[in-house]
């Protein structure tokens, strides 16, 4: 009964056919596809998706709409609301820093809350397509740059706030160094 015979020959045909059927069995519950058949349609989690898949109603392209964002956006982050704070972000900003570690940065590294509200002020129109938001907090003015894109208004760190986004570059040990914090 070697592989020269007839029952050798049935023999590597079985085989050859459960390898088959294992191997189609692989590509079916990975979501790929075999020679010459179209890829399958790969499975999608909505949760888990990030932040520049995410996506949102459309924001007016008004200042009135800006005013209103920009207050929440600073109520948010003064209330802790660290995911939605970054889900306002643009894209740029975004690439500095995930989601999951500015989150862990203001949860582990807490500023210290003022007890005074924001307040937004105004907004003016600024230089290719930036928008400037200004606030008020405990007497202190301070202006945030905000774009228009994609239907949505985002804050940008990076000209907003530029010494926070070199810290948010910073591996975690070195920003809290830098910040001053002692997570335990």
């Given at each position: 009964m070697g592989p020269g015979t007839a029952e050798g020959w049935l023999t590597q045909r079985r085989v050859a056919a459960a390898v088959a059927g294992v191997l189609a069995a692989a590509w079916a519950l990975t979501g790929c596809s075999g020679p010459g058949e179209p890829?399958?349609?790969?499975?999608r989690s909505v949760t888990a998706a990030p932040a520049a898949?995410?996506?949102?109603?459309?924001?007016?392209r008004t200042v009135a709409a800006l005013l209103r964002i920009a207050q929440v956006f600073n109520t948010d982050y003064d209330s802790g609301r660290y995911g939605a704070v970054y889900d306002r972000w643009d894209a740029?900003?975004?690439?500095?820093?995930?989601?999951a570690g500015y989150i862990r940065r203001h949860v582990e590294c807490p500023t210290a809350?003022?007890?005074?509200?924001?307040?937004?002020a105004g907004v003016t129109r600024g230089q290719d397509g930036r928008w400037l938001v200004r606030y008020?907090?405990?007497g202190s003015q301070s202006v945030d740059?905000?774009?228009y894109l994609e239907h949505r208004w985002v804050f940008?760190?990076?000209?907003?706030?530029?010494?926070a986004a070199?810290?948010?570059?910073?591996?975690?040990?070195?920003?809290?160094?830098?910040?001053g914090c002692h997570p335990q």
């Open positions: 890829a399958a349609p790969a499975a898949t995410r996506t949102y109603p459309p924001d007016p740029r900003s975004q690439a500095i820093i995930s989601r809350p003022t007890g005074a509200p924001v307040r937004v008020v907090v405990e740059t905000w774009f940008d760190i990076i000209l907003s706030n530029p010494g070199a810290e948010y570059r910073m591996p975690f040990t070195k920003y809290a160094a830098a910040v």
